[in-house]
């Protein structure tokens, strides 16, 4: 059950391979991240079991949940990650901010 693991790390040596730019990355990690959530929001709040069966079955809540699936919660490995992943949405957050400065 590697499957959204492989799809994970298949989408990132895919986007640094075509884009080559640190930004490329940032942006498709949180991307995702984001999406995950969003469907978790729509599983938990739209009333429709099936849905929310499929959805909270098959899609992990976050990318830091579907690590933590095969790492672990505990450790130090678990914890890199943790903040790695705070550093990368504090610049996506730079990143948009920046771009919302630069249309003004």
């Keep these: 059950m590697y499957i959204d693991l492989i799809v994970f790390v298949l989408l990132i040596i895919a986007v640094i391979y075509f884009f080559r730019r640190f930004s490329s990355f940032v942006y498709l990690v949180c991307s995702i991240d984001i999406i995950y959530r969003l469907l978790h929001f729509l599983a938990n709040n739209i009333k429709v079991p099936e849905l929310s069966n499929l959805i909270n079955k098959y899609i992990p809540s976050s990318v830091l949940d579907l690590l933590s699936h ?3 919660t505990e450790g130090i490995l ?9 550093i990368l949405y504090c610049i996506f957050v730079f990143y948009v901010i920046r771009i919302l400065v630069r249309r003004k």
């Design 70 to 72: 095969y790492v672990g």
């Design 78 to 86: 678990y914890l890199i990650i943790m903040w790695a992943m705070f």
